[in-house]
């Protein structure tokens, strides 16, 4: 009978304990279209449209493009609206390189391929929701100028 009570007391703290736990979600990118293999491939991911239009990001990762493709993975994000933006860093100087017009010379790309023609990609055409242990998967194609 003991241990019977004892299994059940630990059933129960494990419950209440896991309640009171955040969400914690995955995002899954795999970006192509790159133009070559060179570089790195870095994505920011941003947690609101102030910080999208003040490149603030909230998470950042840079990996290698493979074959003109990449995959980024962010684990642990928090519940709630984000959006991601990516470039092709083929100089590997840690910025989005433009020309003297403000152009980009490098590939771009966002979450959900919204990007006007003649502006930069916004935080509300591009925003995903994200809430209970979600596996988000994303398909991302860079532009190229």
Known sequence: ????????VFFL???????HLPAQ???????NNF?????????CLFNSAA?????????????NVINRTARVVFDNV?????????FHDANNNNKMDKSWL????????????????AAAPKFD???FFLSNNLNLKLNIRLRNL
């Open 125 to 127: 055409a591009n925003k």
């Open 13 to 19: 703290l494990l419950l209440l304990t896991s309640a």
């Open 78 to 86: 928090p519940d709630g609206t984000y959006a991601i933006f990516v």
């Open 35 to 43: 133009e070559n293999n060179k570089g790195l491939c870095r994505a």
């Open 51 to 63: 910080s999208f239009e003040k490149s603030d990001p909230f998470l950042c990762l840079q990996v």
């Open 102 to 117: 403000g152009i980009p010379s490098e590939g771009y790309g966002a979450s959900k391929n919204k990007l006007p023609f």
């Open 25 to 31: 979600n995955k995002i899954e990118a795999t970006i």
């Open 1 to 8: 009978m003991y241990l019977f009570l004892k299994k059940i």
